[in-house]
Structures are given as structure tokens and as C-alpha cells.
């Protein structure tokens, strides 16, 4: 157990009670203007509940829940992960002087990236990773690489053997590099699909598999006794949490697709963001914003999900990216005392870039009975040269969807436009009804001057820090995932049973023992 004394529950609390009231009182005031700067990046938070009193309480707030001592904590490398007594420590990776542990492994990884592209070796990359260990990877290479890279990168993440056979399908395995990433070297989908691929290898007659394999792990005995090289294997540390590995080894791939500039790039944003998230004062911290309206529209007003609106083709996988950090995080319902926290915790988070999602849910959002907040992330610059043809289009779209949602239209607004269209009066009012958007939904607009390594570098951990801070509030643990380990033990006996072995996990529910009956055969 930690040094931090017991975390009171939350409506216990007069200051959260202060900040519940203050919160409640608070519309969405269309006329405020509230944008933060923070590691490069422009957080307009305008379309947010704000008031003295709450700014006030908010103070309390985190004061009750010592917010500063967990984030010295949190940067400083001590334990914050209390159920797996685990620092939380990936704000280390991304330090303009890293330890020597740090440089000495990002070296080796750089140095083996480096002669590969002076070689000008592997033209195909195979990455098999889950998690943490691929939706980073794949959210880089969409970002930079999305014109095409010389490499041919392929990701493999699922079980389904379609997968696997479908990101083998059609490549050279002499010119293929497999790059096995797994913080435990344990998981059962990328174990079963490296299996695979060293098996492609070897049916193509390679002498020794494994020197088209690299692998990325905290666990270098699980990867030597698998057989990986150790001059192939590249490690990361316990301390740094799988949702967080992008800033690791894990990004070697990264670095084959769009260039080992992209990793400094991104560790010196994401540090800057670091700085900020440490020094600058509640008010004006970007990240403690963030997640203070992040509570107030959850816990407060009720809302059961935040949309993810990323006005950038290139940041698609930002959503899921996004999706396993916030709810593999935030998912808890227990707090750090073993008691339930009596307030709901986080959110679902769900998206798509725009414009598609104008044309996918966006309706909902708009007009829907529950709404959600939206987290509006757009490029002031593009880089294509075609401004006035598209990123003008883009940037108005962003703004247009942001406004409606914020000012909404009256019914009076809504029937003067049906009755300057021409509509009978009686069908203009019946029109009307149909036309008017409440308005006062909640969002930010994040804006980034221009995508670069630097600015999404700043813009994950500007995540990060808010889902941490939320974590501080709501007093829950955001660094382990009980409840998908449970999955995992439970996938790990069905398996077993389907294979006709011994049950390993005791009796199932009624439907699940018919349909393992059924499975198997
Ligand atoms: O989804 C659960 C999880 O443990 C994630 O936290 C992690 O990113 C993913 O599985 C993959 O784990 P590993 O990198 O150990 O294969």
C-alpha cells in the first residue's frame, strides 16, 4: 500500500458537493471565450461549464484529493499503479536526457532501424502486437505516412486467423521483417500469430526464421526462450504501462515507416506537455481543464460517453488509440480504498474523423435525446497544398458543427427560416419544431498549428495527463485492467474445453456451457 492516506468517498466531500452545485448552475455560456496554450497546442475550452464558484470548488477539489503530491509522484517514477505496485513512469521516456537505460535500448533500437534503411532492407514489415502494442504504432505511421512509405507496413493484431493469413498473403518473406510486440511476450493473440508467421518463414525455406524477427518486450526471458535473437530483441521496463508503450521500444516500426526523426519529435511534444501538466496553474493547465469538465459532464451531468471528433483524415486511429487509454483506464467502478465510487466514473468514448461522421452520427449528437460532449481536434494548417479547395472546407466544418451544437436554434429562428422558404404558416410551425436544435452541448477544440511529430507528441500526452487527473478525482487506479485480465483467464479455459481438454476455470452459465457443447463439435 502507498504512503497516500484513505481516499473519503467522493460525495462525502463538501467540495465535491460544491463543485456538483456549481457545475449545475452553470450553462454553457455561448459567449465565453477560454483557450489555453499548452506544449504547442491550442485547447479552446469555451464550450464548457465555467463560473467562479466552480473554478473555487475545483481548487478544493483537487486539493482534497492531493492532486499535486500524485502527479510529483506520477513524474517523479514512484509507485502510482497501487495493485500491481507499479510506477507509471512513460513521462520518462520522453526526457531530453533519459536514463542510461533509456538511451541505451532507444540507441540499439535507432542503430538496428539505421542500418536497415542504409541497407535499404525489409520491404515489407509485418507488426503482430494488440493493445498498447499496436494502436499507437498504427496511429503513427496513418499520421505520417499516409501518402505511402517505401515500407509496406502490415499490422496483425487479431486472433482471427483471417487476420493473420490475410497480412501474410501476397509478401516476399525474404524482404519481410516480423516484429513481435508485447510488453509480457504472453498474450495470446500475438503469440499465436507470431507462431504463424514463423511458420510462413520457414515454409519459404529461410534457414533461420528468426533473423527476419525482432522482438519487443519487457520480458526478455519469455522472448529468448521463444527464441527471438537477443541482438533483435528490444526491451522496455515493467514501469511502463502497456497503454503507454508507444514511447518505448514499441515504436520501432514507427521509426522503419516514417523515419526515427518521427520518435524525437514526438517525446520532445509530448515532454513539453509533460512541463506543462507539472507547472502550470490549475487554471490555465490544459490537461486538469480537460478532465475537470470531463467530470462534470460524467459524474456531474450524467453523460455516459465523449465523442471524439478528429477533423484530420490522418488521425483516424486517434479514436481507438484514444478509446483503449481512456477506458482501459478509467473503467473502474472501485476506488483506491476497495469501496465503490458512488459516481459514475469514465465514460465510453467513441468517434470518427469528420467530415465522415457529419454524415454518420453526428444527427445524433445534434438533435438526439442524450447528446455527448465532443472533443473537436483540427490542423490550423494542413500539408497539402490545396487550402482554399479543402482545409478551408475542413476548418468551416469543424467550426460550423461545434457551433450549432454550442448555440443551437430557437423554434423562433427555425419559423422565421421555414416561413422565408415559402411554408404555409401552420405547416411552418409544424416544420419548425422539427428544425430546432436545443443547443448548449458541451465540446473543446483542440488545435494543432500544423500535424507534426511535435504536436501529436503533445496532443497524447495532453490525454494522458487528463485521464490521470480524472483518476485523482474520481480516486479509482487508471493504470491496471483487472476486468480484461478476468477475460483473458476465462478465454484461456473455454479454449481448453473447445479443445476437448479439462475445464480449467469451474462451471459456466447456462448458455455459455450449451454453446461450448455446440463449439465443440
Ligand atoms: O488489453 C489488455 C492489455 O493487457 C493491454 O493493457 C495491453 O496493451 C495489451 O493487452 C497487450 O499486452 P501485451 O503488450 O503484453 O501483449
Known sequence: ??????????????????????????????????????GGLLVDTSAQRASPELAQATEALLQARQFE??????????????TENRAAWHSALRVPAPSQQVAGERERMLDFVRLADAERKWRNVVHIGIGGSDWGVRLCIAAFGYAGTWRNVRFVSNIDGHAIEGGLAGLDPHETLVVVSSKSFTTSETMQNAHRALEWLKGAGIQNPYNHVVAITANAQAAREWGALPSQTFLFWEWVGGRFSIWSSVALTTALAVGIDTLAGMQAGAHAMD?????????????????????????VLGYGSLNIAPYDFRLGYLVPYLQQLEMESLGKSVDLNGNAVNVPTGPAVWGMPGTDAQHTFFQWLHQGSDGAPVDFIVCQEANHGWREAHHTHLLANCLAQRQAMLTGKSYEQALQECRAEGHAEEHAQWLAKHRMHTGGRSSNLIVLPRLSPYTLGALLALYEHKVFTQAVIWGINPFDQWGVEYGKVLAKGITQELKGQAPLNGGHDASTRYWVEVFRG
Open 1 to 38: 500500500m502507498s504512503s497516500f492516506p484513505e481516499v473519503a468517498p467522493l460525495d462525502s466531500l463538501a467540495c465535491w458537493r460544491s463543485f456538483a452545485q456549481a457545475a449545475q448552475n452553470t450553462p454553457v455560456n455561448p459567449q465565453r471565450l477560454c483557450v489555453l496554450k499548452a
Open 275 to 299: 512541463q506543462h501538466f507539472a507547472t502550470a496553474p490549475v487554471a490555465e493547465n490544459a490537461p486538469v481543464q480537460l478532465a475537470v469538465s470531463g467530470v462534470v459532464n460524467r459524474s
Open 69 to 82: 503530491t500524485w502527479r510529483e509522484h506520477l513524474l517523479t517514477g514512484q509507485v502510482v499503479n497501487l
